[in-house]
């Protein structure tokens, strides 16, 4: 059955375009094409990359965090107790109210206390400071070294400057070493992202961030097998422009440098818009939709390669009303707002307010009043520090 299912899934005709077989693929000690079985390799060097990640943020960018003085908010732990922790692990992280009752009556707590410790454990689990500046530190190392390898290696290429060279002679177009390492690179990287998404900082777009790495990785490798390998480096190109400006901000935004944060969202956003909203469309979409029907009839792999591409356009239109929400933001408060993807840390104003309440029950807060400059006595006589004073100290009466 296995061997039937392997035979199905690789039949020319979801691969290749009409007239073209296997058999017309096959390699040549002059002519080396884009073989299924290399994208095994992503594997072993997604985990190498997984190894070299850890290395780095132990060694480089936790030293490197405390040196820039980003220091890790202290928060306030919440009291040991194995049945509000066993409900918290095994049912419900943020309970309703009916089950903090139910909760408060089973410890002998009162509600808000119950709350309390909730929001305290939530805030635990939340990744510290450290841990996100060691992360954009990794992806800002990684994006720069990816965008500058993929215009080392497309600069004398065709195709970087007339697009329809994409197609020329498709799809017997010849695997060069250089684009197969940059091919292998980029896959492994984002297989590394995927066997560390339990572990990464965790997102309000992170169902978006999914869909994201496995349509990502879906495009590669079919576009690695089709041999649509001319058109997939100009959509790696293209998406690590920008990422190379949107990790150094949150790098800065971190470090509380709060301009210099300001002016790389400000150039990130528009790197953003630009290649994801105008160069994309026209570079790849408009090239795989139109020029390539110059070359051949639409196939099984012409529909699926653009399925995927139209799915990554439809995130970059989802992210970039978040970034245009941020910039009409900036406009007019001028200052960049906290990423709206990230979840905020919950505080403790309720505790806060209920311990005003009891001071003012103890007539703490009624006291503080009466000795203070500003207090006014009902009868009209003015505060004691305003009164003129005596040599000696004493308090002149009028």
Same mark, same amino acid.
């Given at each position: 059955?296995?061997?039937?299912? #392997? ?6 005709? $979801? ?15 002059? /002519?080396?094409?884009?073989?299924? *079985? ?6 072993? $060097?997604? !985990?190498?990359?997984?190894?070299? *990640? ?7 960018? +936790? ?30 992280? =943020? ?27 939530? =805030? ?14 990794? *992806? ?19 195709? !970087? ?31 590394? &992202? ?25 495009? @590669? ?30 790098? $800065? ?10 002016? !790389?969202?400000? @150039? ?10 105008? /160069? ?6 408009? =090239? ?20 995927? &591409?139209?799915?990554?356009? +439809? ?8 970034? @245009? ?6 406009? &007019? ?7 709206? *993807? ?30 203070? #400059? ?25």
């Amino acid at each position: 059955m296995a061997r039937s299912l #392997n035979e199905w899934l690789w039949q020319h005709e $979801f691969w290749l375009p009409p007239g073209i077989t296997w058999e017309d693929m096959q390699e040549s000690e002059d /002519i080396q094409y884009p073989q299924p *079985r290399d994208l095994l390799l992503s594997i072993p $060097f997604a !985990l190498t990359l997984v190894v070299i *990640r850890c290395a780095f943020e132990r060694a480089i960018a +936790l030293p490197l965090s405390s040196r820039l003085g980003v220091r890790d908010k202290q928060r306030p732990k919440a009291q040991p107790n194995p049945m509000l922790e066993t409900f918290y692990n095994t049912r419900c992280k =943020n309970p309703g109210k009916g089950e903090l009752i139910s909760l408060a009556k089973q410890c002998d707590l009162p509600v808000r206390k119950v709350e309390g410790w909730f929001r305290r454990r939530r =805030n635990a689990d939340r990744p510290s400071l450290s841990k996100k500046f060691c992360e954009a530190c990794w *992806r800002f190392t990684f994006y720069i070294i990816s965008f500058f390898t993929g215009l080392a290696v497309l600069y004398d290429k065709p195709w !970087l400057w007339d697009h329809r060279e994409c197609w020329t002679g498709y799809p017997q177009q010849p695997l060069q070493p250089s684009v197969f390492w940059y091919y292998l690179l980029e896959l492994s990287f984002y297989w590394s &992202l995927v066997f560390t998404l339990p572990f990464d900082v965790k997102r309000k777009d992170f169902k978006e961030q999914i869909v994201h790495h496995a349509a990502t990785i879906f495009l @590669i490798s079919f576009s690695y097998c089709a041999n649509y390998i001319r058109i997939g480096t100009l959509v790696m190109v293209i998406h690590d422009a920008s990422d190379c400006f949107l990790e150094p901000t949150k790098i $800065f935004n971190y470090m509380k440098w709060k301009k210099t944060c300001d002016s !790389l969202f400000m @150039i990130f956003s528009a790197v953003f818009l630009i290649s994801r909203l105008v /160069i994309y469309p026209y570079t790849v979409l408009y =090239n795989t939709y139109y020029y390539s029907m110059e070359i051949f009839q639409p196939f099984f792999g012409y529909y699926f390669v653009n399925a995927l &591409l139209i799915t990554l356009q +439809l995130l970059h239109i989802f992210w970039s009303c978040l970034i @245009i929400h941020m910039v009409y933001k900036f406009i &007019l408060q001028g200052t960049m707002e906290k990423d709206m *993807r990230s979840d905020t840390e919950e505080s403790d104003k309720d505790e806060e307010r209920e311990k005003i309440r009891e001071k003012e029950k103890n007539g703490i807060t009624y006291f503080s009043n009466v000795t203070s #400059n500003n207090y006014i006595q009902r009868n009209g006589s003015e505060p004691l520090n305003n009164r003129p004073h005596l040599t000696n100290g004493h308090v002149k009466e009028r």
